[in-house]
């Protein structure tokens, strides 16, 4: 069992820039891809970002590509996702997830987090 916890989240104004963090309680991610998540306010949630559990490969959504950036401390227990160049529709509830030598592209995550809210004021 993986327990991640978010944090980092809050108000900013478009063109902020914002770092939130994932760790594990009570373990490592060693050999979990994980991943970042957001919903929008009255909206589905969307897949963001993601770093394999082996090489570190890395894999954005179009829409954050080049101003999002995914990336896991040497100890491997705690994710991060450095967000620049915020704007308005970056608002959403923004989860991490975590998969068991998951693909790079995996859709289904084992484990979730609680969730921290993100909101770009414009």
């Known amino acids: 069992q993986v327990q991640l916890v978010e944090s980092g989240g809050g108000l900013v104004q478009a063109g902020d820039s914002l770092k939130l963090s994932c760790a594990a309680s009570?373990?490592?991610?060693?050999?979990?891809?994980m991943g970042w998540f957001r919903q929008p306010p009255g909206k589905e949630r969307e897949f963001v970002a993601a770093?394999?559990?082996?090489?570190?490969?890395?894999y954005y959504a179009d829409s954050v590509k080049g101003r999002f950036t995914i990336s896991r401390d040497n100890t491997r227990t705690t994710v991060y996702l450095q967000m620049n160049s915020l704007q308005a529709e970056d608002t959403a509830v923004y989860y991490c997830?975590?998969?068991?030598?998951?693909?790079?592209?995996?859709?289904?995550?084992?484990?979730w987090g609680q969730g921290t809210q993100v909101t770009v004021s414009s």
């Open positions: 009570g373990g490592t991610l060693s050999g979990y891809t």
């Open positions: 770093i394999s559990w082996s090489y570190g490969a890395v």
């Open positions: 997830a975590a998969k068991w030598h998951g693909g790079i592209r995996s859709v289904n995550y084992d484990y």
